[in-house]
């Protein structure tokens, strides 16, 4: 079954080049960059291939001209065109080397076949949209792409992955992209992945690969480990929404580990209009009981909050209540609360006062019966 909405470049036109960039004629080489596809409706969704979470491409078939790993960096792909190696042009993406026929009198190969790439994603959940993004492989990127996703339960090796009895689904029947563009899926399947196939038809590059969903966490290992981060992108926590998102994406605040640099959090731009403040919202895995709280402004060191307050909700239409009255906040550092009484919530809503940046937030806690019964229903549903 194909679920990617994905209208075909090359509807209008046999041309096997359309989709081709022109050549690089100098300067920067990402003015005639190019967008493809609807982006709306998952942009802001957490990458589920996103390295910071563990994800890895742990094989493919071919890498000839440029390793497979290049596909995951997190950096959008740079250019230089004066750089060469012993194989060809040094490219930042994922690139196979020409396929052959089997002969002379057959020089191109059969239309089955194709080079692959295999992608364990970082956190196992629900695919919403992808982008494969071909920056730079102007002419040589792939003719057309598909895309399919496995779950496999575990730590598999790649054996694993490959093995005769892994039922893979195609989320993009094979597709026509553009070079040097940005091209966006749309995906409507229901289920928990783990794995996806990156197809190539029949070779070529690839610069990038994005993987946007909703992270579904296994409730028997989150039972196993009693007290976690409630809002951890890894646990099953999501960014909603935000009054400003200028300089970075909240989504950061709740990815794990620190921050490495200063635009890897929640930064918003300087607010002007006096009485009004910047806010964050989102979603805890489930409901939980909070017991203690960590905010991190780590290299945030001119720019980070000045003061924050930190409010609950439990349930959709649940009222907001208090659960950290508005407290000030040192730059480029780790900040601790112990909670007074438990704070059983579903929703939480940082307030930044008047603006400013937060690195990380922790809500330490444990699940509650009512939350443990809704995380089993929908893993169950989603299996």
């Known amino acids: 079954m194909t679920t990617a909405d994905a209208a075909s470049p090359l509807e209008a036109t046999e041309d096997p080049h359309a989709n081709d960039a022109a050549p690089y004629g100098g300067g920067d080489p990402y003015a005639d960059y190019r967008h493809f596809g609807d982006t709306e409706s998952f942009a802001d969704l957490v990458d589920l291939a996103d390295r910071r979470l563990g994800a890895g491409v742990i094989a493919a078939n071919d890498e000839f001209f440029a390793e497979r790993e290049n596909l995951l960096v997190r950096e959008r792909a740079v250019f230089d065109p004066e750089r060469f190696g012993h194989k060809g042009k040094i490219m930042d993406g994922w690139e196979t080397r020409r396929r052959r026929g089997a002969d002379a009198e057959h020089p191109f190969p059969e239309p089955d076949e194709h080079d692959w790439a295999i992608v364990r994603l970082g956190a196992p959940g629900v695919i919403r949209g992808i982008i494969v993004d071909t920056a730079h492989f102007r002419g040589n990127y792939p003719q057309r792409v598909s895309i399919q996703a496995a779950s496999v339960a575990g730590s598999p090796s790649p054996e694993d992955v490959l093995a005769a009895d892994v039922k893979w689904e195609e989320l993009v029947a094979p597709t026509p992209v553009r070079g040097h563009a940005a091209n966006a ?37 989150l039972d196993l480990l009693g007290t976690f981060d409630l809002l951890s992108v890894l646990n099953g926590g999501a960014y909603e929404d935000a009054s400003d998102k200028f300089y970075s994406s909240p989504t950061q605040i709740i990815l794990p580990g620190t921050s490495r640099k200063m635009d890897d959090g929640w930064e918003n731009r300087r607010r002007r209009v006096r009485g009004t403040n910047d806010w964050v919202r989102f979603r805890l895995a489930a409901q939980g009981a909070i017991r203690a709280v960590e905010i991190d402004t780590a290299y945030l060191k001119g720019n980070s909050a000045g003061w924050i307050a930190l409010s609950g909700r439990n349930g959709e239409s649940g009222e907001w209540f208090e659960i950290i009255p508005r407290t000030r906040l040192q730059p480029d550092t780790v900040h601790r609360f112990k909670l007074p009484t438990e704070a059983i919530a579903t929703h939480v809503r940082l307030d930044a006062f008047p603006d400013g940046g937060v690195a990380r937030m922790r809500l330490h806690g444990a699940l509650t019966e009512t939350g443990r019964a809704e995380l089993r229903e929908r893993f169950e549903a989603l299996a």
């Open 185 to 221: 899926f749309t995906i409507t399947s229901p289920r928990r992945y783990t794995h996806l196939r990156l197809c190539q038809h029949p070779d070529g590059g690839v610069a990038r690969l994005r993987v946007h969903g909703e992270v579904v966490p296994d409730p028997e290992w």
